[in-house]
């Protein structure tokens, strides 16, 4: 049974005539009669009584009628669905994103394709990069936006380099200022200064540590185990210095001092990641578009 047969036989049902019902579907008559006799060996049934200048519906065909009329509106409505979703009016984008990246960098972005593109869901997952890339590899994100180098190298994925960000130093205004003043800080100066520290598991923990380390000296923690926002008002607070992305620096700078870290500095690799052996949906394809862009 096709969708074109079930066509003709409504176009011949509503019509009652089998040359107007050609003419309204735009074929031959003698091409819709062979399909009409087609779905009726399929189905087993006569659906038409034929006499001349009189079609009527046989039990059958009453039968098939509303059920008819129905595929092809459900099928019409499958075209729409798709149609929509390829023009990007409809649909979901499932993004990953470390917390400091979801402070500083796609607020912005995902503003503007919001604008663009108003009836897209965005459903924003929030982790480090190592629960990003787990969640990338088993089908639960589209696109996630990860610090380089990955926790483990993964062949499944493919990154793109986004952008190369600097961290500075954040503390309390109230505070003495780090590095004796200095406009710039260097991580030697860090010894002795009571840090607050994120969690286990996030970037730029491992990132300040392994700093430290090798300029030779273990950091000391005030306090440790916080998300972005919470650090950011334990530094407010006076409770210690942090280390963070300048970006965060700069959209949450109110209440705090900022301070630049001397050359070489610290800074991070941001690489927006996808799986390798899927391409991403039209939507998310049109998100990391955006955001190469910018």
Do not use: W
């Not at 399909?35 to 038409?48: C, M, N, P, S, V």
């Not at 696109?143 to 180098?149: I, K, N, T």
């Not at 800074?267 to 991403?280: E, F, G």
Request: hydrophobic share 45%; net charge positive; aromatic share 4%.
């Amino acid at each position: 049974m096709q969708l074109q047969q079930l066509q003709y036989f409504v176009a011949v049902a509503e019509t009652r005539h089998f040359t107007r019902a050609a003419e309204l579907v735009h074929v031959a008559q003698p091409s819709l009669s062979q399909q009409i006799k087609a779905l009726e060996r399929e189905l087993g049934a006569d659906l038409f009584l034929r006499a001349r200048g009189n079609i009527t519906l046989t039990d059958a065909g009453e039968a098939l009628l509303p059920l008819a009329r129905r595929i092809l509106a459900d099928a019409d409505t499958a075209r729409h669905e798709v149609l929509e979703l390829a023009q990007l009016r409809r649909g979901r984008v499932r993004l990953g994103a470390t917390p400091s990246l979801c402070t500083g960098l796609l607020p912005d972005v995902l503003r503007a394709f919001h604008d663009r593109y108003p009836g897209i869901r965005l459903l924003i997952e929030e982790s480090g990069s190592h629960d990003l890339v787990r969640e990338l590899a088993r089908g639960a994100l589209d696109l996630a936006l990860v610090v380089l180098p990955l926790p483990t190298a993964s062949p499944a994925l493919t990154t793109v380099e986004l952008l190369r960000e600097d961290l500075v130093v954040v503390s309390s205004p109230e505070s003495p200022r780090p590095g004796g003043g200095r406009r710039a800080v260097r991580i030697t100066d860090l010894e002795g200064e009571r840090l607050v520290m994120f969690r286990h598991g996030y970037d730029l923990r491992e990132l300040t540590v392994a700093a430290c380390r090798s300029a030779g000296f273990e950091p000391d923690f005030a306090v440790e185990g916080g998300e972005m926002d919470a650090v950011l008002g334990f530094v407010r607070a006076g409770l210690g210095l942090a280390v963070v992305p300048r970006m965060v620096a700069a959209r949450s700078g109110r209440g705090l001092r900022v301070t630049p870290l001397a050359r070489p500095g610290l800074y991070r690799t941001i690489a927006l990641a996808h799986r390798s052996d899927v391409a991403p949906p039209r939507a998310a394809r049109e998100l990391q578009r955006m955001l190469l862009e910018r």
